[in-house]
C-alpha cells in the first residue's frame, strides 16, 4: 500500500491510499483542480480513483469533494451525522454511509474515533492509521496504535506560539481544549508511550500561525530521542510512501 499526501494543514487537508484493487482519498479540501494538480506531481492521477472518505463536516476536510465526486462520478463516504452537517455544501454527490467498517475494493477501512468539536473519526487501513483533528489521544487511538506500523498523526500547534499568539482568548482555549487540536508536546508524547513500535511516524495538519515545520520536528526528537518523522507541508504535496 501506499500513501500519498496531497495536501495538510487548515488550508486543506487530502490524503491518498492505493493498494492493489482500490485508490480511495481521505478527507479532500482543495479544488478538483489543485487536488488534480498536486497527485499529478506525484505521478497518481485523479480519474483511478475510487471513493472519498470524509473524517468530518469541517471545510479544510471537505470543500473539494463536490466537484470531484461529480466529475469522476465516484461515491462518497461519510457518517451520516457528518452528512447532515454539511449536505448542502457537498452538494448532489453519491453517498455511502458507515458507522462501522467498510470496504472500497480490496481495501478495508476502519473508522477510529477521535476528539473533536464535531462529530469526527479517524481512520486505520491495514497497517496505516490517520489521525487528525483530535484534541487529545482517545481511548481508541490508543487500542489499534498497538497494531499498527505506520501512523498520520496531527501536530497542530506549539503551546507558547498559540498562547502568545493573535488568536482571540476563546479560540486559543477551544483549540488547546481535549475537543480542539493536538500540541506538538501531546502528538509528540503520544508517539513516545503507545507507538514506540512503529516504522513511519507523519505529523500533519500543522497551524500556518500557531506552528513550523522546525518545532515540530524539535519537539518530536526531543520525546523521541532524534527517531526520524516526516512532517507534512501546508503548502504543496509532501510525498508518496510505501507503507509495510
Do not use: W
Amino acid at each position: 500500500m501506499e500513501l500519498s499526501i496531497i495536501a495538510s494543514g487548515s488550508n486543506g487537508n487530502c490524503y491518498l491510499l492505493q493498494s492493489a484493487g482500490a485508490s480511495v482519498l481521505f478527507d479532500a479540501g482543495k479544488s478538483f483542480s489543485e487536488t488534480e494538480r498536486r497527485m499529478a506531481a506525484l505521478g497518481r492521477d485523479i480519474r483511478q480513483v475510487d471513493g472519498i472518505v470524509l473524517s468530518h463536516a469541517h471545510g479544510d476536510h471537505y470543500q473539494g469533494i463536490g466537484p470531484i465526486a461529480r466529475r469522476l462520478h465516484i461515491p462518497v463516504y461519510v457518517r451520516e451525522e457528518v452528512y447532515a452537517a454539511c449536505r448542502r455544501r457537498l452538494g448532489p454527490v453519491d453517498v455511502c454511509h458507515f458507522e462501522n467498517g467498510f470496504r472500497i475494493g480490496d481495501m478495508e477501512i476502519i473508522p477510529v474515533e477521535t476528539s473533536h468539536d464535531v462529530s469526527s473519526c479517524g481512520f486505520v487501513v491495514g497497517r496505516l492509521g490517520i489521525f487528525t483533528d483530535t484534541g487529545c489521544a482517545t481511548s481508541q487511538m490508543k487500542e489499534v496504535i498497538r497494531d499498527l506500523d505506520a501512523v498520520l498523526l496531527e501536530s497542530n500547534y506549539d503551546e507558547e506560539m498559540l498562547m502568545n499568539g493573535p488568536y482571540p482568548l476563546d479560540l486559543k482555549e477551544r483549540i488547546a481544549s481535549d475537543r480542539g487540536h493536538l500540541s506538538n508536546e501531546d502528538a509528540s508524547d503520544f508517539i513516545r508511550r503507545y507507538g514506540d513500535h512503529l516504522s513511519q511516524v507523519f505529523l500533519a495538519h500543522l497551524s500556518e500561525t500557531n506552528n513550523s515545520a522546525d518545532k515540530v520536528k524539535e519537539t518530536f526528537e526531543s520525546f523521541n530521542e532524534d527517531r526520524p518523522c516526516v512532517v507534512c507541508s501546508r503548502y504543496r504535496q509532501t510525498g508518496t510512501f510505501r507503507i509495510g
